[in-house]
């Protein structure tokens, strides 16, 4: 993979205050995103998932495992950002909002091979930038193999039943093939037919006989770690107040943490524009709530080159907990870009 050296010009965030207007166009993410995620700020609401594999308006919700819907949200995305309409869920008048973009792009040519026995109908991938979102059918078979167009081994995957009510299934590379999370507030689960008990190569992902997987039709978001660009990776808590340091090699722009093991408990999320420097607490969202954006005082610290917990709030450091996270960068550690090498700096 090549090493990125403007991050955004794969993943952004962008922030804006409803008008109630229908056809209001959200512009400034800086490219014509595949992946958009809506979360209100400022009073509850489902969080939204559209993409351009499934189309829009076609909707799912990490907080809930209903099926798709085609309510009328989102209504296009734009060489710029997005299209949404009146819904409260996306557009209230004078409500806050926040929409988390990514961009992936080919459509065409993914790589399968002799051991690949689904090959997904439509598709997404960047192999610069580490994702692939694959929309395939399950054949209820243990040991199916699913090709992602990654080029490279996933670290996390994401997939939801796109017309089941399964959970979300949530497979890590710190979790390993015998388990796998849900958009929920449980620790990490034990299913082999979720994953098959088989780790996923450069070609394909491996499902077994789960509803969750491999039963129906269903949408995949999968993610490799890309130098300067993102993380997929683990920590251990150590419930004290100047908390764990956590080593990404970039400055990140946003940070998603679920503890595993020790207790059961939220996901949480934090961003750079919402949160945009370091202070005495972090306002934070929840992908498996549809609560509004809360503050902690138990922070999280964007830092040149990693993200940094305090406190012993068991969500992010919790002492002898084990944790997950995915991250994407706002800026790498040094990048090139510019007159020679240039270190980042903190918040």
């Given at each position: ?5 403007k ?9 804006w205050?409803g ?33 351009s ?41 004078s ?35 580490g ?42 590379k ?19 037919g ?89 306002q934070?969202?929840?992908?498996n ?52 090498s ?6």
């Amino acid at each position: 993979m090549a090493i990125i050296d403007k991050p955004s010009d794969y993943f952004n965030t962008v922030l804006w205050t409803g008008n109630g207007n229908a056809g209001t166009n959200i512009t400034g993410v800086g490219f014509q995103p595949n992946w958009v995620w809506i979360k209100r700020r400022s009073a509850v609401e489902f969080n939204v998932w559209n993409d351009s594999v499934r189309g829009v308006p076609k909707n799912l919700y990490s907080n809930s495992t209903q099926v798709q819907d085609s309510g009328n949200l989102m209504s296009a995305i734009i060489s710029d950002g997005f299209t949404v309409q009146t819904d409260n869920s996306v557009n209230a008048n004078s409500s806050t909002y926040v929409a988390w973009n990514w961009l992936a792009g080919t459509t065409s040519g993914i790589a399968t091979n002799g051991a690949t026995t689904i090959t997904p109908a439509a598709y997404s991938f960047n192999q610069t930038s580490g994702i692939s979102i694959v929309n395939y059918d399950g054949n209820d078979t243990a040991g199916a193999k699913v090709a992602h167009g990654l080029g490279t081994t996933p670290d996390m995957m994401i997939v939801k039943a796109m017309n089941s009510t399964a959970h979300w299934a949530i497979y890590h590379k710190a979790m390993g093939n015998t388990h796998y999370m849900q958009f929920d507030t449980n620790a990490q689960l034990d299913d082999a037919g979720v994953w098959n008990d088989t780790s996923p190569d450069s070609v394909n992902f491996t499902v077994g006989q789960s509803d969750k997987t491999n039963l129906v039709t269903y949408i995949a978001y999968c993610f490799a770690d890309v130098p300067n660009y993102s993380k997929f990776g683990s920590y251990v808590g150590n419930g004290d107040n100047s908390g764990a340091f956590i080593y990404t090699g970039f400055k990140p722009a946003f940070v998603m943490i679920k503890i595993t093991a020790g207790q059961t408990d939220n996901w949480i999320m934090q961003d750079n524009k919402i949160n945009s420097f370091n202070g005495a607490s972090s306002q934070r969202l929840r992908p498996n709530s549809s609560g509004a954006e809360f503050s902690s005082s138990n922070e999280i610290d964007l830092l040149s080159n990693g993200f940094k917990t305090h406190g012993n709030d068991g969500e992010i450091n919790g002492s002898g907990y084990s944790y997950i996270y995915m991250a994407f960068a706002e800026n790498p550690f040094v990048t090139s870009t510019g007159n020679g090498s240039i270190p980042t700096t903190a918040r």
